[in-house]
């Protein structure tokens, strides 16, 4: 069984940065996908960035991109999102999610993809 735990999240000035990691136990095999959602209150879980990770390709939602990098390995317990120049936008309850196992080259988008879930960390930001 495979378990997710977040850790970084906090509470930040509009402008600053906030880096995420996401801790694994169990074990991932070589064929899997990875990525991080966040959930605001009232709204639907949405993406931030995904990545197929025996392929690399990585897929940013457009509210994200240019400011948030998704980068590590889940299996090497270095997964981690970093996030730059941080909106009030941006508050919400951040996920890392993986789907074990993974076959596909193109990114998963939607969260029904992932069946794995870590318990979420929470992110504000600041006016």
């Known amino acids: 069984q495979v378990q997710l735990v977040e850790s970084g999240g906090g509470l930040v000035q509009a402008g600053g940065s906030l880096r995420l990691s996401c801790a694994v136990s169990g074990r991932t095999g070589s064929n899997y996908a990875t990525g991080w959602f966040r959930q605001a209150p009232g709204k639907e879980r949405e993406i931030v960035a995904v990545r197929s990770q025996s392929y690399g390709d990585i897929y940013y939602a457009d509210s994200v991109k240019g400011r948030f990098t998704i980068s590590g390995d889940i299996a090497e317990n270095t997964m981690s999102l970093q996030m730059n120049t941080l909106k009030p936008e941006d508050t919400a309850v951040y996920y890392c999610?993986?789907?074990?196992?993974?076959?596909?080259?193109?990114?998963?988008?939607?969260?029904?993809?992932?069946?794995?879930w870590g318990q979420g960390t929470q992110v504000t930001v600041s006016s």
């Open positions: 999610a993986a789907r074990i196992p993974a076959y596909a080259r193109s990114p998963f988008i939607s969260p029904v993809n992932y069946n794995y």
